[in-house]
């Protein structure tokens, strides 16, 4: 359960990372 939640975070925090890294590039 914990695995999980903690991996969905992880997601979560690498699409906003990655979306920020996009905006910042292009």
Known sequence: MRL???AKSLMTWFTISGM???DFLF
């Open 4 to 6: 999980i939640s903690s």
């Open 20 to 22: 920020s890294l996009i």
